[in-house]
């Protein structure tokens, strides 16, 4: 028989039709919406539109010093920001102020979770019995072959396991017992206890160091040992040692995390200063190119030698060049910024940004509205004075200070404790017992029955009279033989602990090797300073003296003239990017000694926030929609306590509030700010936003 099937062919199975079937498919198959309480965050959901390369009338900045940058990033970020994107791609691995409480509270691995092991425990159960058999043997039914009973049990108690490995307990337990059974001295009787056992290891599970390293390996009141405890699988011990190791290891990830943080703030903040200097210097040179264009179009209109087409044309090119980076400097391309481990842990200076994108990152790292029709304008200018380093000073700060050596130091920690208590599975198991008991038995529970005289009228009774009392004492004695498991657990905890010290001294390598290149690259940078200040001296002076002859048409090679602009404009953005480089530089070196957090006067701390911080809070959040409001206020410094390891370097000199370390100068300081001609167009006091000079820095006629 064939059967032959015609309609549409389809890459799905099959499935026969079926209303409730279809129903199913589209319920389970469809995406769907989570129902959160969480609306979306105020600041992002009120942001105006974002500035671009159209909005050339700005005339609003925001100054900010270095140190607002960093306490108004701090003081706004609950989540630590990095420049990657990994908020979106890898939430889960994105660094929080929550990290440590999460660590510490987790009901497994924390230190209460370590600690519960220890804690007290109350139980308590009840039963009752309605029993009618025929039985064969009498003798078995207490001497009937027709029983019938009544029988109740209930006990309660308390079991706890001390930190030497001992199982206490204490427990009342109580019978009631009603049958018909002939030899009974009463028809129905209670019968009622006090017991108090306890067990001690002597050998395996014995001892308060053990029990706080591995913690406890089964349950108090579990009886026999004639299991022994296993190993944890992995190694994984819960002891409290270990759990306070977990939480230390999460503070130095948290404290790598905000040096991270710190790190990129500073190094967007320099970004920023770069693309103000780097616009200020594309201005100047698409100025100077339009001057040269007019009066190249000046001698074309009026017939004389220099003004030929194709000068003219060759001078309107540059004009147009420069103006294609004016357009660039201000709004900039989404490249990579400098940010850590570009190239450098603490980061290699990019200088590629816009002004407009390297505001708007600077704005993400900072916590603020990532628009709100202003400029934020950095204000502090970057060092040039040379800072002398001493070697043996510094690589034994970073030796001792570098947060990653820290935290794998505690990792080694853990290795040689955990090796310490799988050493005690090597022992057997030998455990001391003890039991002891007061009974007591009587025709009722409590109370007086009135046909019943003596000690046996009611069982509370017979129990205080401490006439009968019993008690136990016993050894119990388990060894797996061969210890094969055992054996194996020490071998690899040994080559654990190998391992991860084996991993310290390299990190400690890499530490110096870090070190190393963050001294050379200060060197280079400082010297770079110096050489490109005097490149553009040079440079400076070359086009003023081809400038000046041209408009006094001493010459007429407008090559020369044009390639002078366009030189003063590379030495005057180069400088500014070498002085970038050695500021950067000199923080690379304090991230890679490991005193960057107490260079930026940041210390952290565990415990309760200071009352100043819910102070701050409700400040806030009075102000949380107008949040560049915050920045012109006067922060004091944060009431904050040092935590137990330094955070102070140990060479560092207490200085006063008003004294600056002495810092060597070098043999040709290039001029401040104020000794450029020019140069502070878009950083001096005269441009606050409102001067009509600033508006026109974008126009091209």
């Known amino acids: 028989m064939a059967v032959a099937y015609t309609g549409c062919s389809s890459t799905n199975s099959y499935v026969p039709f079926s209303p409730d079937l279809s129903d199913y498919q589209i319920a389970s198959t469809e995406i769907e919406e989570p129902l959160v ?61 929550y990290d440590p409480a999460i660590t510490e509270t987790d009901p497994r691995f924390g ?91 002597l050998l395996l599970g014995a001892g308060v160091e053990f029990n706080r390293i591995a913690g406890p390996q089964f349950p108090p ?7 022994l405890p296993r190993l944890p699988y992995g190694s994984r011990f819960n002891g409290v ?111 590629l940004e816009g002004i407009q994108v390297a505001e708007r990152r600077m704005r993400l790292l900072m916590g603020l509205p990532l628009s709100d029709g202003t400029l934020l304008r950095p204000i502090d200018e970057p060092p040039v004075a040379e800072v002398i380093f001493d070697w043996e000073t510094i690589k034994s700060e970073a030796l001792a200070r570098r947060v990653e050596l820290r935290r794998q130091r505690w990792q080694v920690k853990r290795r040689m404790l955990e090796l310490e208590a799988t050493n005690k599975f090597l022992l057997p198991r030998l455990d001391a017992l003890g039991t002891y008991r007061f009974r007591g038995f009587g025709k009722d529970l409590m109370g007086q ?104 048409e001493n010459i007429t090679d407008l090559d020369r003239v044009l390639d002078a602009q366009r030189r003063f404009a590379e030495a005057d953005s180069a400088h500014y990017k070498a002085r970038v480089e050695y500021a950067l530089g000199l923080k690379n070196l304090f991230y890679a000694e490991g005193t960057l957090l107490e260079h930026n006067q940041i210390y952290l701390s565990e415990g309760p926030w200071p009352q100043a911080a819910y102070c701050d809070a409700e400040e806030r959040l009075q102000s949380r929609i107008h949040n560049l409001e915050d920045l012109q206020k006067t922060y004091s410094d944060p009431v904050v306590s040092r935590g137990p390891y330094g955070q102070v370097s140990r060479f560092a000199e207490v200085l006063p509030e008003d004294c600056e370390p002495e810092i060597s100068e070098p043999v040709a300081v290039p001029p401040g700010p104020d000794d450029s001609e020019g140069a502070e167009v878009w950083f001096d006091d005269e441009f606050d936003g409102e001067s009509e000079d600033a508006v026109g820095l974008f126009d091209v006629n």
């Open 37 to 97: 309480d969480e609306g979306p965050d105020l600041d992002a959901s009120i942001t105006p539109a974002p500035l671009t390369v159209e909005d050339v009338d700005i005339a609003e900045f925001t100054d900010l010093t270095l140190e607002q940058t960093v306490k108004t990033a701090l003081s706004n970020s609950r989540v630590l920001r990095d420049l990657g994107g990994r908020v979106l791609d890898a939430p889960q691995v994105v660094a929080t102020t």
């Open 111 to 201: 230190v209460e979770g370590a600690l519960s092991a220890f804690d007290p425990n109350f139980y308590a159960n009840g039963f009752h019995q309605k029993n009618d058999r025929a039985v064969n043997n009498a003798v078995t039914a207490f001497g009937t072959q027709m029983l019938q009973q009544d029988a109740a049990f209930m006990q309660f108690g308390l079991d706890k396991r001390a930190v030497t490995g001992a199982e206490l307990g204490i427990r009342q337990i109580t019978g009631y017992d009603a049958n018909n059974a002939p030899g009974n001295r009463f028809p129905s009787a209670w019968d009622t206890r006090i017991e108090a056992n306890v067990r001690q290891p």
């Open 221 to 227: 009141g579990t009886g026999s040992t004639a299991t």
């Open 241 to 351: 040692m270990l759990a306070r190791i977990d939480e230390d290891v999460s503070l130095a990830d948290f404290e790598e995390s905000v040096i991270k943080f710190i790190s990129n703030v500073e190094n967007a903040y320099w970004d920023l200063y770069f693309s103000y200097r780097n616009l200020h210097s594309r201005i100047a040179a698409r100025d100077a190119a339009l001057e040269t264009w007019r009066r190249v179009k000046a001698l074309n209109l009026a017939g004389r030698v220099g003004g030929e087409e194709e000068n003219e044309a060759q001078a309107q090119e540059q004009y147009y060049r420069f103006e294609e980076a004016v357009q660039d400097a201000l709004s900039g391309r989404l490249v990579e910024g400098t940010r850590d481990n570009n190239g450098s842990r603490g980061g290699t200076f990019r200088g």
């Open 449 to 552: 029955h009135a046909g019943v005289n003596g000690q046996f009228n009611n069982a509370w009774g017979n129990l205080g009279s401490g006439d009968y009392q019993e008690w136990e004492l016993g050894m119990e004695f388990a060894v797996p033989l061969g210890h094969r498991r055992a054996n194996a657990a020490v071998k690899n905890a040994e080559l654990a602990l190998a391992r991860d010290r084996a991993i310290l001294h390299e990190q400690e390598r890499e530490v110096v090797h870090d070190l190393s290149n963050s001294v050379g690259e200060v060197k280079r940078s400082q010297a770079s300073v110096k050489t490109t200040f005097n490149r553009r001296l040079a440079a400076k002076r070359e086009f003023e003296v081809l400038q000046d002859k041209f408009e006094k």
